[in-house]
């Protein structure tokens, strides 16, 4: 398995603008996670799913972020419209309940927001 | 409230030196507490989980252990290589029915010195 893969890998919009961020979690995965990392916050929970459900999205910022997940094999974050508070890097995770839940994490989209 | 807090927040070491990195945490119910290394533009990976009946948990030059009395964890780092050099992040999981909470620590951020 290629691993969690996150598209693009960077992404420099300008204030106002909507944002997609994508994922693909490892197939087989039941758990998949969406995290924002800024040097100042760290690691920050953002939404998780199971089985394509959202169960926890109480670490999503404001009404301007939304998660879907359409199916297993794939997953958005959508900003819109974004601020350049939202600069941060964006960690795609999957998970599955028979591996202790260890989270694989992608390599991470760098979102610069001017 | 359920927390985890790292310390140190950050460490320099020489090259071959051992170090040691601390996690302490109020969570419940406790699932399981995993350490998880963050090199530099990569998301974390996981380097071993510890169960509530576990002590010790070796993985190379890697040793965790778990006093689940204390709720305490620490990480041992033997003849520290320059690779070494990272953020260390503690996260514990709580679960409850079939979902699960994650709590991240603020991570320790290591670096090694030749």
């Known amino acids: 398995d290629a691993g969690v893969i996150q598209s693009p890998r960077h992404e420099v919009t300008e204030m106002g603008q909507e944002v997609t961020l994508r994922c693909k979690p490892i197939?087989?995965?039941?758990?998949l996670f969406w995290y924002r990392q800024t040097m100042m916050r760290g690691l920050e929970l953002l939404i998780y799913?199971?089985?394509?459900?959202?169960?926890?999205d109480s670490g999503m910022p404001e009404d301007r972020f939304s998660a879907k997940m359409p199916n297993a094999s794939f997953s958005t974050l959508k900003i819109q419209p974004s601020e350049p508070r939202d600069s941060a890097v964006y960690f795609c995770?999957?998970?599955?309940?028979?591996?202790?839940?260890?989270?694989?994490f992608g390599p991470g989209t760098r979102l610069t927001v001017l | 409230k359920n927390q985890v807090e790292q310390s140190p927040q950050s460490l320099i070491i020489l090259e071959g030196k051992n170090c040691t990195l601390q996690?302490?945490?109020?969570?419940?119910?406790?699932?399981?507490l995993r350490w998880y290394k963050q090199d530099t533009g990569r998301g974390p990976v996981s380097l071993t989980i510890?169960?509530?009946s576990e002590n010790t948990k070796s993985n190379g030059r890697y040793t965790a252990t778990l006093d689940a009395d204390t709720k305490q964890s620490s990480l041992h780092i033997t003849a520290s290589q320059l690779s070494d050099s990272a953020s260390y992040i503690c996260?514990?999981?709580?679960?409850?029915?079939?979902?699960?909470?994650?709590?991240w620590g603020a991570g320790t951020k290591l670096i090694i010195k030749p």
């Open positions: 197939s087989g995965h039941d758990y």
């Open positions: 996690c302490n945490y109020t969570v419940s119910p406790f699932s399981n």
């Open positions: 995770a999957s998970s599955a309940r028979t591996s202790g839940n260890e989270q694989f």
């Open positions: 510890m169960t509530f």
């Open positions: 799913f199971n089985n394509n459900v959202p169960i926890d």
């Open positions: 996260v514990v999981s709580a679960t409850r029915d079939s979902n699960y909470q994650l709590i």
